[in-house]
Structures are given as C-alpha cells and as structure tokens.
C-alpha cells in the first residue's frame, strides 16, 4: 500500500471523514488506490508521497485554481503583499481597487 493511503487510514481515526472536504476524500474516486496525500504541485502535475507525478485534469484543488498550482506570477504577487505586511489597523487600499474591478465587470 502507497504511503499516502497508510497515511489516511491513520488520518481517519483522528480527523472526521479522514479530512476536512467530502470531494476530497480518495473512496470517492478508487478506495484504497487514490492518491490521499501531495508532496509538490506545479501547473497541473501534482506529486503524491511516493514522488510519483500525476496531471490534474479534474476540478484543481477544488475549483480555485484556474492558473495552475504554484504559479509564478500569482506566487510573486502574493510573496510581495506578504512582505508588505497582511494586516494592519488601517485599511487595504487593495479593497477599494478590488471593489472598483468587480462593479465595473458586472455594469
């Protein structure tokens, strides 16, 4: 048996249904075959715990992820923002920029 099916049969007894999202639990697809676990994910090729690499053509991850996995100018944008600071008491001039996008997409 793969690690990552040893590995959810251990995560069963301690985590409800074996994880936190129904769609992503591996009986659903091929008990006991499915790969349970990723190690790495780049574009579409996510590696399991086996280090064996499989190419996801279903619903990425569970839906968000229409760019790939890992994707490098989404990965610097982010690092940047974090390295910016996440949080603060004032507030993010990104939510007025954000607002301003998503009205003028549904006009």
Known sequence: M???QKL??????II????QLLSKRPEMFLPDFWP???RK?????VWDLNNKIYKDFSIMSIGQCPLGYANP????????AIDNGSTSTLNSFEEYEL?????NLHR
Do not use: E, Q
């Open 16 to 19: 409800p249904g074996g994880n």
């Open 99 to 103: 607002a301003s996008k998503l009205i």
């Open 73 to 80: 100018i989404i990965n610097k944008a982010v690092k940047k």
């Open 36 to 38: 349970s676990y990723y």
């Open 8 to 13: 959810y049969r251990k995560a069963k007894k």
């Open 2 to 4: 793969a690690k990552g």
């Open 41 to 45: 994910s780049s574009g579409i090729k």
